[in-house]
């Protein structure tokens, strides 16, 4: 069965660092790509970056709000992929998700960590 | 940039009742690209349709994508109590890589 689960979410001052893990089990993960989502209190699904295969290149696309800031990473020996947020902005408040891609959707998601950024 | 638009905001039905969630691009999309997913509260969204009409493994034959160009629609047949819910249509793109329609709220009437 897949799994994916999330972990490292927190309250965290603005300007300040986070990093996130998803902890992935159930399928050849290092075949995968992977995907970050996030969704603010009471709002819609919003995309924030993914990470190809390393037999794919193993490179990395972000969208433009969290481009420079955000950076996914991947250890395969670990079936891990990583979101390390900086320059946290308040409205980076979220639930983030990772998701299992499958060509062009989100296969599996896991259950969420919730980032809150405040001071 | 793609943007999806969803239609109702919220629809209000019974259980029993035929549901149909329109899902509008700004432009053509391959609907091989276009994707429908169900969250509830508290819990994570999970996929349904894929490929604009193909069920993902487990989703009861109830649920059906249909669609192509720039209009899809997501039918629940006959609405379970299960099923009332939160819908989001999804797009594979260009830049941004994926983008998620609104949102439409499947409540209870």
């Known amino acids: 069965e897949v799994q994916l689960v999330e972990s490292g979410g927190g309250l965290v001052n603005p300007g300040g660092s986070l990093r996130l893990s998803c902890e992935a089990s159930?399928?050849?993960?290092?075949?995968?790509?992977m995907t970050w989502v996030r969704q603010a209190p009471g709002k819609g699904l919003e995309w924030v970056g993914r990470?190809?295969?390393?037999?794919?290149?193993?490179?990395?696309d972000y969208a433009a709000p969290v481009k420079g800031r955000f950076t996914i990473s991947r250890d395969d020996s670990t079936n891990t992929v990583y979101l390390q947020m900086n320059s946290l902005k308040t409205e980076d408040t979220a639930v983030y998700y990772c998701?299992?891609?499958?060509?062009?959707?989100?296969?599996?998601w896991g259950q969420g960590t919730l980032v809150t950024v405040s001071s | 940039e793609i943007v999806l638009t969803q239609s109702p905001g919220t629809l209000s039905l019974s259980p029993g009742e035929r549901a149909t969630l329109s899902c509008r691009a700004s432009q053509s999309i391959n609907s091989n690209y276009l994707a429908w997913y169900q969250q509830k509260p508290g819990q994570a969204p999970r996929l349904l349709i894929f490929?604009?009409?193909s069920r993902a493994t487990g989703i009861p034959d109830r649920f059906s994508g249909s669609g192509s160009g720039t209009d899809f629609s997501l039918t629940i047949r006959r609405l379970e109590p299960e099923d009332f819910a939160v819908y989001y249509c999804q797009q594979c793109g260009s830049s941004p890589l994926y983008t998620f329609g609104q949102g439409t709220k499947l409540e209870i009437k």
């Open positions: 998701s299992k891609l499958a060509f062009y959707h989100l296969e599996r």
């Open positions: 159930g399928f050849i993960f290092n075949n995968a790509w």
């Open positions: 490929g604009a009409s």
């Open positions: 990470i190809k295969s390393k037999a794919d290149g193993g490179t990395t």
